[in-house]
Each structure stands twice: as structure tokens, then as C-alpha cells.
């Protein structure tokens, strides 16, 4: 129990921390934030057209978050690289706190600016005509969803940022494995019109899985251009994508604290 | 989570760790009584980083065993960092924070409460003259102010056990004079005191006991003192200006002792190791004199510990070492 508090009360600072630093280097959070509403007008304006228009922007969203989330991954890498790099880490890791806490406050922190980021995106969403049809209820659980999702991402991006080591390596690897991985997916478009075994690892696909549920539960209803199907996790979206979130962040979150473990002591 | 009273602060047993095909401890064996400072010193590279790394729990040795303030590093790093200050090139203070909101924040995670740590963080910050600059970014501060931050932070708990990695590199006179008193002060208060340097001069200024490193071994360690008698004795230099009467002085400094002289050919200048300096400066002298040898720059010193450095290790110690302030 007192390892619990410890652990929370150590990664809220560490969080804190990242929090200040983000605050202090405007620049970054900018461009965090100007990214997914890139992608909302690009997507809605130059492809929208010819996907299905008004029903289509309203369709976007789902992708939208579920893409703008994962994304946040690459500042993770790249903040626990950067710390790693300047010997932020070593600071830490020489004060009696657990291993889990540099990790934990680290994510934590980017959960905190998947929470803005979305904030951001709504408004951006609102604008371009998405509306919530569903229950409040059922959109604070889309929220919630989002939010599970993103932690899951931030994990993955801990373990890049330390497996890379360096600040270059991180900003590469860190980045070029969310275009495949958000791109081939629901997110955007249909999966129907893939080729075979693309159309089953895009069905499949965590992203797909996010966006589904994150529409069914706002009531954006996909427009007739973009088909769902009906494979087993387009109709099982919420379960499959809370399952996918949960076991992405237990997998990923022993695979850092391993490596991270391997790198110093306990 | 014992905690013997007795027994060294600081002590490593046959530490050894490689970096793919690269040797960085090869066996490294160190040993400091409490309230008292160790130098570790030697060339860029040889050793010592990695070294106060595996003693600090940040990197986990090949071999060997390391005990910090009674806990075994190895078995409960989770003690040695209760009982462990850092700071140094590779413990970083945050550029982003202030130095305030920097020591609140280690002090919070040593455990300290909200109200103690802001209190704790505003002595520090006195106590090392940064009150000025304790609400700027400390991104913005000097070298000198850095460091102090930095050593700041690895005194918030007050712990036993002090490392300092490279103290003074790049500082000016004055930062580093700044940096040897608060060591003082810290061994004053009963604190032991690890701190590896490339100048001689601060392990000879500081350290009780100095652990020369190289080449990921210990080839040397003692006292300061020790290891300049192991050089031998005092060293007598003398100038002999004439071109043609030097083979013959070389003769009569060679009768002197069982070392022969080294000469430096452009200067003139030779240099003789000797266990009764008094003696044979009056003797050589007198010689040379009946031979017709006129001399100049006559220098009785004991050695520096640049000459054991020299001795030591076969190579002078600024060999490798770059970038240092001298």
C-alpha cells in the first residue's frame, strides 16, 4: 500500500515536471496540437469531397482522435530519449524512488497532452460540422476510450524512446511506425476496398477498433461511400478496442520497465 | 536494510565492465573510511565515470561487489540512493525549472514533505548564493552557478555519502575554489566525500586518499603523500647552460644515487631523483663547481603528484584528458 502512494505520489511529480517543461517549450506543444487539426482540414476538405461530404466529416472524427492520440506516442520517445540524453534519467534514477515512477510520470504527462490535444480536436471537429448524436453518457465513455487508447500509445512509445537511446534515433523510430499503423485502418477510409490480407490486419488493427467504437458511441453512423463490413471487431468494437488498450499498455509497460531495468539497477 | 556504523563509507571489490569489445573496469578495487574524501583520478577514459556510475546504482557491473554507506549496491540500490548524494557531469539539473522548483523536486522525491521541501530548497539555494537567480530557469544560469545548483541538489537529504563526478571541469579559479570549500565543509561535518577529477592539484588539495585509475584498473592508491614517495624522494634540477660541459655534469649527477639523471636537451636542464635532498644539493654543487661547471635555476622540490602520475602510469596525466580548464 505504501509502494502504491509512493509510486503515485512520485510519478505525479515526475509528471509535473514534464508538464513545466512542456510549458516552458511552447514550440512543441504548438506542434502537437496543430497536427490532428491539420488532419481534420486536410482530410475533410481535399478527400471529404469526394468520400461523402458532410457525412463523411462527421465520419472523420473517430479517425481523427484515435490517429491524433496515437501520434502522441512520438513524444514520448522523444521526451524519455531527450531526459535519457541530458542525464535527467540518471538524476532520477540516483533518488530513492521506484523505476516505475520515471516511467509512469512520463506517460502520465502525455496523457495529460492527449487530454488537450483532444480538447483542441473537438472544437476543431465542431467546426468542420461533426456533431455528438449519442447520449452525454455514451460520449464520455468515447472520451474515456480515446484517453485509454492514448495510454496504451504512450507505452509503446516509452519502450522506443528506450530502446533508441539517442534523441535522433528516437525522433526517426518513433515516428515512422504511425503511418502504417494509423493508415492502414478505419480510421480514414473503408476497409472494404483493401486488398485481402491488408483488409483483415486493418480490420484488426487497435486504431480501427478505437474509431469504430469512438463513432458508434458519438452516433456517427459511417456514410454510404465508406462501408464498414461486419468482421468480428467492426461489430465488437468497444470490447475488442478496450482489450487491445489494456493488453498494449501491460505488454508494453514490462517490456520498458525491463529495458529500462537492464539499463540501471532495480 | 542493515546499516553497519562501522567499516568503510565506500568500498568496491573487483568491479569489472565492458562495453561491447571495450575493457571500462577491468577489476577496480577502492576503499574510503567515513568523513573522509576519496580521489579517483586519471585521463579521460579510463575508467572513472564508469566507475562512480556502478557505485552510484546506475550501471549494473559485470563482476564484482560495491557497498555505499553499509548497503550493498548490488542487492539494495534502493538504500544506497536513500543514503547518496550526486552530482557531477552525468546528474543533470533541469534547464526548464528553476533552480527552486529543481530542488523542491529532489527534494520531494528523497521524500520530503511539501512544506519541508520548499524550506530545504530555500536554504540550499542560500546557502550556495543563488537566492538571486533561485525563480530564473536555470537554463539561463553560468557554469558556476549550475554546478552549485547541481551540488545543491545532491546534498537535499544531507546523506552520508557524497559523489562528486568531475567537480570542476570547466569551471573558473573562483567556481572551483567555491566547489573545494563546500567539499571542506561537507568533510567537516562528518560527510565521506568520493570525487574523481583530472587535476592533480584537487585530489592533492582535497582528497585523504587517492585511487589512481587507468585503463579500468587501480595502478596506484595512497595518500597523496604516499604516492609522491613512491616517485622516490625529492627531485634536484639544475641548468647547465654550456653545450660541451653537459656529459660531464651528466657524470657527476649520475655518482649521486642509483637514478640517472634525465636531461632536457634544449634546455640544458637536468633533473635527479634523491633520497637526502640537502645533502646532495650541497654535494652536487660543490662538484660541479671543482669542475668548472657554471649552473643556474638550481630547484629542490618534492614531487608533484604529476610526477607520480608520470611514474605510475608511464604517461603524463594531461595525456588524453581534453577540453579541462588547464
Redesign the interface.
Known amino acids: 500500500m505504501i509502494a502504491v502512494r509512493r509510486l503515485g505520489r512520485d510519478s505525479s511529480l515526475i509528471a509535473w515536471r514534464n508538464l513545466l517543461n512542456l510549458r516552458r517549450t511552447p514550440g512543441s506543444v504548438i506542434a502537437a496540437l496543430v497536427q490532428p487539426v491539420m488532419f481534420v482540414l486536410l482530410l475533410a476538405y481535399v478527400f471529404g469531397g469526394s468520400l461523402g461530404g458532410a457525412g463523411y466529416r462527421t465520419f472523420l472524427m473517430g479517425g481523427i482522435f484515435a490517429q491524433a492520440v496515437t501520434f502522441n506516442a512520438a513524444f514520448t520517445a522523444l521526451g524519455l530519449a531527450g531526459d535519457m540524453d541530458k542525464g535527467i534519467v540518471d538524476r532520477f534514477r540516483s533518488l530513492p524512488m521506484p523505476a516505475m515512477a520515471v516511467l509512469l510520470g512520463r506517460t502520465l504527462s502525455d496523457l495529460t497532452m492527449s487530454a488537450v490535444t483532444l480538447a483542441v480536436t473537438s472544437l476543431c471537429g465542431l467546426l468542420v460540422g461533426w456533431r455528438i448524436a449519442g447520449s452525454p453518457a455514451d460520449a464520455l465513455l468515447a472520451y474515456a476510450l480515446i484517453l485509454l487508447f492514448a495510454f496504451a500509445m504512450s507505452w509503446v512509445g516509452a519502450a522506443i524512446g528506450l530502446l533508441a537511446r539517442s534523441v535522433e534515433v528516437a525522433q526517426s523510430a518513433g515516428l515512422i511506425w504511425l503511418f502504417p499503423v494509423t493508415f492502414v485502418s478505419s480510421a480514414f477510409v473503408s476497409t472494404q476496398t483493401m486488398p485481402g490480407p491488408l483488409r483483415t490486419v486493418a480490420e484488426w488493427n487497435p486504431v480501427s477498433a478505437t474509431a469504430t467504437a469512438v463513432r458508434q458511441l458519438f452516433a456517427n453512423p459511417p456514410p454510404g461511400g465508406v462501408p464498414a463490413g461486419d468482421a468480428w471487431p467492426v461489430v465488437h468494437a468497444l470490447p475488442y478496442a478496450v482489450f487491445c488498450a489494456c493488453l498494449i499498455t501491460g505488454a508494453f509497460m514490462l517490456l520498458a520497465l525491463g529495458r529500462f531495468r537492464r539499463i540501471t539497477l532495480g | 536494510m542493515s546499516k553497519p556504523q562501522s567499516g568503510p563509507a565506500i568500498r568496491a571489490e573487483g568491479l569489472t565492465k565492458r562495453f561491447g569489445s571495450k575493457r571500462a573496469l577491468a577489476g577496480v578495487d577502492l576503499e574510503a573510511a567515513p568523513g573522509t574524501v576519496l580521489g579517483v583520478l586519471g585521463p579521460n577514459g579510463a575508467g572513472k565515470t564508469t566507475t562512480v556510475?556502478v557505485l552510484?546504482?546506475?550501471?549494473?557491473p559485470d563482476g564484482g561487489r560495491a557497498w555505499m554507506a553499509g548497503h550493498d549496491?548490488?542487492a539494495d540500490?534502493?538504500g544506497v540512493?536513500?543514503d547518496?548524494g550526486?552530482s557531477g557531469?552525468?546528474?543533470?539539473?533541469?534547464?526548464?525549472?528553476t533552480g527552486r522548483?529543481n530542488l523542491y523536486?529532489?527534494a520531494?522525491?528523497?521524500?520530503l514533505g511539501r512544506r519541508a521541501a520548499r524550506v530545504r530548497a530555500g536554504e540550499l539555494l542560500a546557502g550556495f548564493d543563488l537566492e538571486e537567480a533561485a525563480d530564473r530557469?536555470s537554463g539561463t544560469y553560468s557554469g558556476g552557478m549550475r554546478r552549485r545548483l547541481d551540488l545543491a541538489?545532491a546534498l537535499v537529504a544531507r546523506p552520508p555519502v557524497v559523489v562528486l563526478d568531475e567537480p570542476t571541469t570547466g569551471l573558473d579559479p573562483r567556481g572551483r575554489a567555491d566547489t573545494w570549500r563546500a567539499v571542506r565543509e561537507l568533510v567537516a561535518q562528518g560527510t565521506t566525500v568520493l570525487l574523481t577529477t583530472q587535476y592533480l592539484e584537487e585530489a592533492d588539495q582535497l582528497a585523504d586518499s587517492v585511487v589512481v585509475i587507468e585503463h579500468g584498473r587501480v595502478v596506484a592508491h595512497g595518500s597523496a603523500s604516499e604516492l609522491k614517495a613512491r616517485v622516490g624522494g625529492e627531485r634536484l634540477s639544475l641548468t647547465v647552460a654550456q653545450t660541451w660541459a653537459r656529459p660531464a655534469a651528466a657524470d657527476i649527477l649520475s655518482s649521486l644515487g642509483a637514478h640517472r639523471p634525465e636531461l632536457e636537451p634544449r634546455t640544458g636542464r637536468f633533473t635527479v631523483t634523491t633520497d637526502h635532498g640537502a645533502q646532495t644539493l650541497e654535494y652536487a654543487l660543490g662538484c660541479l663547481r671543482l669542475a668548472d661547471i657554471a649552473v643556474r635555476d638550481v630547484v629542490l622540490a618534492q614531487p608533484t603528484l604529476d610526477d607520480a602520475f608520470l611514474a605510475l602510469t608511464g604517461q603524463p596525466a594531461s595525456a588524453g584528458a581534453q577540453g579541462g580548464g588547464r
Open positions: 556510475r552510484t546504482t546506475l550501471l549494473r549496491v548490488l540500490p534502493e540512493r536513500r547518496l550526486l557531469q552525468y546528474a543533470a539539473v533541469d534547464e526548464k525549472l522548483e523536486l529532489v520531494r522525491l528523497y521524500g530557469p541538489g
